[in-house]
């Protein structure tokens, strides 16, 4: 008997497999990032392709094959491509973001607090959203606190007076971007020698 996995996960990339089947990468709140396979998912009658879109927070139930994981059922709890979908730019920022997820993450490991800075920032941005408040200014320092945040949890930047009030992975707001607008320099700079550091 299989024994049968739930949790949260960001769907970050898909490409086909066979016939039939795609698979997915997916971010998860219990087990990190999963390579994961879900059986006839492009077949035009499949459940499933509905509730694995890229850019999606799912819920999703997983089981372990014996060299993948394999994706039984799926429901979306947010399609930020849709919800965002008068706001290109908000789409483009995701996709780097999780682009960055995609090179930096090595395999399965569970890491809720960085799960937290991506689900956060989903949150605020739908807030801002629905007070249309959503600007490049807003985006720019958001997508570089997101970035900070996501290399501080994985370890690439260590303790820094001038940026560890932005570090926390659940808090964001209008107040907090402001201030950090006079942090940028260091930040980029730190974000650069981070990812420098990390030879990806």
């Known amino acids: 008997m299989y024994h049968l996995y739930h949790s949260e996960a960001f769907v970050l990339s898909a490409r086909p497999k066979g016939e039939a089947d795609m698979i997915y990468r997916l971010f998860t709140r219990e087990m990190g990032l999963v390579v994961a396979v879900a059986g006839g998912v492009r077949k035009i009658d499949s459940k499933l392709k509905s509730h694995l879109q890229e850019y999606s927070l799912v819920n999703v139930t997983l089981v ?9 059922t799926s429901s979306v709890v947010s399609n930020i491509a849709f919800d965002f979908s008068d706001y290109p730019d908000v789409v483009k920022m995701i996709h780097r973001v999780f682009s960055l997820f995609l090179r930096l993450l090595a395999g399965e490991e569970k890491n809720e607090r960085l799960f937290l800075v991506i689900s956060g920032a989903i949150d605020f941005l739908n807030i801002c959203k629905s007070e249309s408040k959503i600007d490049d200014h807003l985006l720019n320092n958001l997508e570089m606190v997101m970035v900070l945040r996501i290399l501080s949890c994985l370890g690439y930047i260590g303790d820094d007076s001038e940026v560890d009030s932005f570090t926390s992975p659940d808090h ?18 730190l974000i650069n020698r ?3 550091g990390s030879q990806m």
């Open 64 to 72: 372990r094959g014996k060299e993948i994981w394999r994706i039984k």
């Open 172 to 189: 964001y707001s209008e107040n907090l971007l402001g201030q950090f607008s006079a942090n940028r320099k260091k930040a980029l700079y």
């Open 194 to 196: 981070a990812i420098e």
